[in-house]
């Protein structure tokens, strides 16, 4: 749980800037590639995380972020999910900033119960991690290169 803004700034930064990274490591092309039929695909992954980013910040944590609308389509363009992802991920930076280590402590109503904006906000950055790891395995079964997100990727250790 975060109760200094400045850590939760910092994690959100780079954990954000890799989940850009992945989502513009996507072609078009593969943008409904999955694992299985009827399982998430790439494109679905990258909408949901610019979605559910937007929506914890703003109707959870009470963050004034933009969000796409819950039945609002896929994008068929990565181009375009990842101009969204970045201006949500941008706003959730500068929202943030404005809150104070009280505000951390806050009492809200998350997804289980009663939560604190603190574990709110570490929940949006797990969420993130999770999905983002889905992301890079489906991305090598797809074919396409991997980001380096928490280090050096395979492809780039090889001499």
């Known amino acids: 749980m975060y109760r200094v803004v400045e850590d939760f700034l910092q994690d959100w930064h780079e954990n954000a800037g890799a989940t850009l990274n992945v989502i513009k490591a996507i072609t078009d092309d593969k943008l409904n590639y999955s694992i299985v039929e ?8 990258a909408w949901h995380l610019t979605g ?6 703003k109707h959870v944590i009470g963050l004034d972020v933009p969000c796409p609308k819950r039945d ?4 068929s363009s990565v181009v375009e999910i990842a101009h ?14 404005k809150l104070t280590a009280e505000d951390l ?16 906000l570490t929940k949006l950055i797990v969420h993130q991690t999770h999905h983002r790891g889905q992301m890079t395995v489906l991305l090598r079964q797809a074919g396409l290169n991997v980001p380096p997100v928490e280090g050096p990727t395979k492809e780039m250790q090889r001499s």
Request: glycine letters at 12%.
């Open 72 to 75: 609002e389509p896929i994008p």
């Open 38 to 45: 009827g399982h998430n695909s790439l494109g679905w992954l």
């Open 105 to 120: 402590l806050a009492e809200v109503q998350g997804f289980t119960g009663p939560t604190t904006k603190g574990k709110m």
């Open 52 to 57: 559910a980013a937007g929506s914890i910040s």
């Open 84 to 97: 969204r992802y970045e201006i949500i991920a941008n706003a959730i930076l500068k929202e943030a900033e």
